[in-house]
């Protein structure tokens, strides 16, 4: 993968054309590349990265993709993650991709942890997502606005069956929640930051 010109930093984690890089387990017609965009609609899915950049093992980092959600949509960026066959992603935390869906949880939220409310995106519109972890803190910001900051606290104990959200490493996952979505992903990049 190819560093982007004028991002100093950033590497590319899509290509636009392939899915070379990323693993799917169940239901994989969830994902499709289309017009240089992953769209997601279909069965519940994940789509991991699984690629070379840093060996899919990310701790501290920036990351960004450009999202578009469809009226009634929902889906999730997860950080810190493993790849597993099916399920929800039992590794790691959900950044919400959500402007109108059901789940009152919008976009931006780090998913029942720190749970947005308000809506700083629209239907049928690109806009960012943007997750920056060094250490204990996670900040996420929704076209460049600022909507999470949070920092696990010491000694922190998932709840029970939660246990895998906690702050430590891993790769990240794109979700296809329900038949019901339809969300694109494009530009996705990241750009790991010193320990």
Do not use: C
């Not at 590497?11 to 289309?34: A, M, P, Y």
């Not at 699984?50 to 899919?56: E, I, K, R």
């Not at 039992?90 to 308000?118: A, P």
């Not at 900051?149 to 329900?178: K, V």
Request: hydrophobic share 30%.
């Amino acid at each position: 993968m190819q560093k982007n010109a004028g991002n100093e930093g950033w590497i590319s984690l899509f290509d636009g054309k392939t899915f070379n890089g990323w693993k799917v387990g169940d239901h994989d017609t969830t994902f499709k590349i289309e017009n240089g965009t992953i769209k997601v609609n279909g069965p519940t899915a994940h789509l991991f990265y699984v690629g070379d950049v840093h060996q899919h093992d990310f701790k501290n980092f920036e990351f960004k993709a450009d999202v578009m959600t469809r009226p009634g949509s929902n889906s999730g960026i997860y950080f810190h993650t493993a790849y597993q066959e099916s399920g929800w992603p039992e590794k790691g935390f959900e950044v919400q991709v959500n402007n109108s869906h059901t789940d009152w949880k919008r976009t931006g939220s780090l998913y029942d942890i720190v749970d947005v409310r308000e809506h700083y995106a629209k239907d049928n519109e690109w806009f960012t997502e943007h997750i920056i972890v060094k250490g204990k803190r996670v900040v996420i910001k929704v076209n460049g606005k600022t909507v999470v900051d949070y920092t696990e606290p010491e000694n922190f104990q998932p709840r029970p069956g939660h246990e895998g959200r906690r702050i430590g490493s891993g790769t990240f996952a794109l979700q296809g929640h329900d038949p019901g979505s339809t969300v694109y992903y494009k530009n996705i990049k990241v750009k790991p930051l010193a320990d």
